[in-house]
T-cell receptor, first 112, second 110 residues
Framework: AAGVIQSPRHLIKEKRETATLKCYPI?????VYWYQQGPGQDPQFLIS???????DKGSIPDRFSAQQFSDYHSELNMSSLELGDSALYFC???????????FGPGTRLTVT | TQLLEQSPQFLSIQEGENLTVYCNSS?????LQWYRQEPGEGPVLLVT?????EVKKLKRLTFQFGDARKDSSLHITAAQPGDTGLYLC??????????FGKGTRLHILP
């Protein structure tokens, strides 16, 4: 069965640079969630989209923005990167407003 | 604010032992989901419980939803090293937003 795809899997950036993370949801899933997980932490919700519209916003810094495109893939744009942004970033998808989320393998972002 | 509190926060037991972890709230949830996350990987959905008192089994894992739908438990029988991971419970709050508990970190010693 198709799973959530995230790219890249690993990303190394320097402080003050920008990064773009991509998420391709499971086919026919129209809801996408983004999470940030620091070492030893539980996933922290950043933002979600339903049918290409932002549906909920969590602890997403103003330096970050995201959108969902017409093909339902989503991109998380991160600017003015800080050392503290180093983390695993997960994308999850679900069909409609179903509460069950299917997570991707994550993107490991390292900011040096 | 609706919260999901998971306990214990950490648990380290020997292979072959049984264990139970808990997910509690003071609020009613329409459903709860359980996920397992292995280091460096994304959480994997294990089960959804919907009906008060519901029991679901997944091999050696038994999930129960409290009668009042305010709590849930996960019981593992004869734990194996492959059960090691972070167990997360999640559910929709009254604003229909999904919230996660902070998880139980389980380590099974061979």
């Amino acid at each position: 069965a198709a799973g959530v795809i995230q790219s890249p899997r690993h990303l190394i950036k320097e402080k003050r640079e920008t990064a773009t993370l991509k998420c391709y949801p499971i086919p026919r899933h129209d809801t996408v969630y983004w999470y940030q997980q620091g070492p030893g932490q539980d996933p922290q919700f950043l933002i979600s989209f339903y049918e290409k519209m932002q549906s909920d916003k969590g602890s997403i810094p103003d330096r970050f923005s995201a959108q969902q495109f017409s093909d339902y893939h989503s991109e998380l744009n991160m600017s003015s990167l800080e050392l503290g942004d180093s983390a695993l970033y997960f994308c999850a998808s679900s069909p409609g407003r179903n509460y069950e989320q299917y997570f991707g393998p994550g993107t490991r972002l390292t900011v040096t | 604010t609706q919260l999901l509190e998971q306990s214990p926060q950490f648990l380290s037991i020997q292979e072959g032992e049984n264990l139970t972890v808990y997910c509690n709230s003071s609020s009613v949830f329409s459903s709860l989901q359980w996920y397992r996350q292995e280091p460096g990987e994304g959480p994997v959905l294990l089960v959804t419980v919907v009906t008060g008192g519901e029991v679901k089994k997944l091999k050696r894992l038994t999930f129960q939803f409290g009668d009042a739908r305010k709590d849930s438990s996960l019981h593992i029988t004869a734990a194996q090293p492959g059960d090691t991971g972070l167990y997360l419970c999640a559910g929709p709050n009254r604003d229909d937003k999904i919230i996660f508990g902070k998880g139980t970190r389980l380590h099974i010693l061979p």
